[in-house]
């Protein structure tokens, strides 16, 4: 079974996070949807003012709305299982990471921003810090993004060492859930008019591991990432992002810098973040 985590906080970012879950896993099969809220003792109402009821109460309150949200998901999802957990705790990074090592989630997919200033720094950075962790791939769901059939994948890489940086099995995992046409995208501006006999012997090995995806690569000879990806998604109608942060590289530090809002916010396409 294929068991999807998704938290939620029931604000519009993290239910459309839900609802683009629910149709992403529509078509696999033996898929479980996992709603999962973390509260502390002081929980808030959908107006803002704190709840005085008793743990009890609270409860109730929130398992009723994660019940709520599997019902207005459930339309979309296919075959797949919908369940709802309910924890306390006061984080939910902490949370999430026990239940992911407990119950061997496949993915974590959540949205990263909110309609205010606040919203994106408390969601964003609860997004980024499980990414950080690394335990699993985490699909993030740009704000307001619209659900489409995922046929097309792009896998950015540097094309260094790929032999032992390229997390190929959590890679293939991804791609066996949507079975897509992969591209795999190299950006750099010293590209000219043919790559370097460095880069052809990496392409070499990163083919040769994922042979079985039929990879197509291509070469964009830019100063800017992430201009440069978000432009190539739009030209090629690309469904998915898939990135390998690193230690100590460009792409490890595009999930501690405003880059990660400048491609998660601004594109409609959703990421992958998969470590190495």
């Known amino acids: 079974?294929?068991?999807?985590?998704?938290?939620?906080?029931?604000?519009?970012?993290?239910?459309?996070?839900?609802?683009?879950?629910?149709?992403?896993?529509?078509?696999?099969?033996?898929?479980?949807?996992?709603?999962?809220?973390?509260?502390?003792?002081?929980?808030?109402?959908?107006?803002?003012?704190?709840?005085?009821?008793?743990?009890?109460?609270?409860?109730?309150?929130?398992?009723?709305?994660?019940?709520?949200?599997?019902?207005?998901?459930?339309?979309?999802?296919?075959?797949?299982?919908?369940?709802?957990?309910l924890e306390?705790?006061?984080?939910?990074?902490?949370?999430?990471?026990?239940?992911?090592?407990?119950?061997?989630?496949?993915?974590?997919?959540?949205?990263?921003?909110?309609?205010?200033?606040l919203e994106q720094i408390f969601i964003g950075s609860n997004t980024l810090d499980m990414v950080n962790t690394a335990l699993v791939p985490v699909l993030i769901v740009p704000p307001d993004a619209a659900f489409r059939q995922i046929k097309t994948v792009v896998l950015a890489s540097d094309l260094k060492d790929v032999a032992i940086t390229t997390p190929v099995a959590a890679i293939k995992a991804v791609l066996d859930i949507f079975k897509?046409?992969?591209?795999?995208?190299?950006?750099d501006h010293e590209h000219y008019v043919?790559?370097?006999?460095?880069?052809?012997?990496?392409?070499?090995?990163?083919?040769?591991m994922l042979a079985e995806y039929k990879p197509e690569f291509f070469f964009i000879r830019q100063y800017d990432f992430l201009d440069a990806i978000s432009q190539y998604t739009q030209d090629k109608n690309i469904d998915l992002i898939i990135i390998i942060p690193k230690t100590n590289s460009f792409l490890g530090g595009i999930f501690k810098t405003n880059h990660t809002k400048k491609l998660a916010y601004h594109s409609h396409v959703p990421i992958v973040a998969i470590h190495e």
């Open 194 to 208: 043919a790559v370097t006999d460095e880069y052809k012997a990496e392409i070499a090995i990163l083919e040769s």
């Open 1 to 85: 079974m294929k068991k999807f985590l998704v938290p939620t906080d029931f604000s519009d970012t993290s239910k459309n996070a839900a609802k683009f879950a629910a149709q992403a896993v529509a078509g696999v099969a033996d898929a479980k949807i996992i709603l999962y809220n973390v509260s502390d003792k002081v929980a808030a109402g959908s107006d803002g003012s704190l709840l005085t009821e008793s743990d009890n109460d609270r409860n109730i309150i929130l398992g009723n709305a994660l019940q709520q949200l599997k019902e207005e998901i459930k339309p979309f999802a296919g075959s797949a299982i919908i369940d709802t957990v």
């Open 88 to 117: 306390y705790g006061s984080s939910l990074v902490e949370n999430m990471e026990r239940y992911v090592r407990h119950y061997d989630i496949d993915m974590v997919i959540m949205g990263i921003t909110g309609a205010t200033r």
């Open 180 to 187: 897509p046409t992969l591209h795999i995208v190299n950006v």
